[in-house]
T-cell receptor, first 111, second 110 residues
Framework: DVKVTQSSRYLVKRTGEKVFLECVQDMDHENMFWYRQDPGLGLRLIYFSYDVKMKEKGDIPEGYSVSREKKERFSLILESASTNQTSMYLC??????????FGSGTRLTVV | GEDVEQSLFLSVREGDSSVINCTYTDSSSTYLYWYKQEPGAGLQLLTYIFSNMDMKQDQRLTVLLNKKDKHLSLRIADTQTGDSAIYFCAEKGNTGKLIFGQGTTLQVKP
């Protein structure tokens, strides 16, 4: 089974902190994605990557950056956390043309 | 632009069939997906259908695709309390990105 592992289930950070959310997949997938999920807004794509060192902006990239130095790892970075970034963050990966496999999610609270 | 619409809530009795509907706008979609999300968890891929198919059946799940009307449905036969979850419809076009609906909360009453 494909496994997508997000490093933390729950995180609490202070406003202004730099936050790293890590995601690792074990099936050599080319594509990796970061979403955030908020009540009433569904899932929104933040950033995605089709290959190592490649990144593309999704629908809501403001306030975020990403890093993909190795194929299996895709990191989401909040440069200076703000309270409006309190959310559930979901990482996913896939082969091109196939369904995305999701991690369990990281619930981030910024206080 | 690309858009996927779903009704927000469906309530059924245990043992009945559930039908969750979805409409999409991108006619270039190559794959359409159904995901399930249980409380506090990530999304689990339930099933998918290629755009040149009309129907796909997988145990209790039946997916129907009307490409002309851009309408997708998921039927769950003999719905159980364990099927209570949020169900997301999603399309994937040539960009490789998934576009999700808002999700339909399925409530199964005993």
């Amino acid at each position: 089974d494909v496994k997508v592992t997000q490093s933390s289930r729950y995180l609490v950070k202070r406003t202004g902190e730099k936050v790293f959310l890590e995601c690792v997949q074990d099936m050599d997938h080319e594509n990796m994605f970061w979403y955030r999920q908020d009540p009433g807004l569904g899932l929104r794509l933040i950033y995605f990557s089709y290959d190592v060192k490649m990144k593309e902006k999704g629908d809501i990239p403001e306030g975020y950056s990403v890093s993909r130095e190795k194929k299996e790892r895709f990191s989401l970075i909040l440069e200076s956390a703000s309270t409006n970034q309190t959310s559930m963050y979901l990482c996913a990966s896939s082969f091109r043309g196939q369904g995305d496999t999701f991690g369990s999610g990281t619930r981030l609270t910024v206080v | 632009g690309e858009d996927v619409e779903q009704s927000l809530f469906l309530s059924v009795r245990e043992g009945d069939s559930s039908v969750i509907n979805c409409t999409y706008t991108d006619s270039s979609s190559t794959y359409l997906y159904w995901y399930k999300q249980e409380p506090g968890a990530g999304l689990q891929l339930l099933t998918y259908i290629f755009s040149n198919m009309d129907m796909k059946q997988d145990q209790r799940l039946t997916v129907l695709l009307n490409k002309k009307d851009k309408h997708l449905s998921l039927r769950i036969a003999d719905t159980q309390t364990g099927d209570s979850a949020i169900y997301f419809c999603a399309e994937k076009g040539n960009t490789g990105k998934l576009i999700f609906g808002q999700g339909t909360t399925l409530q199964v009453k005993p």
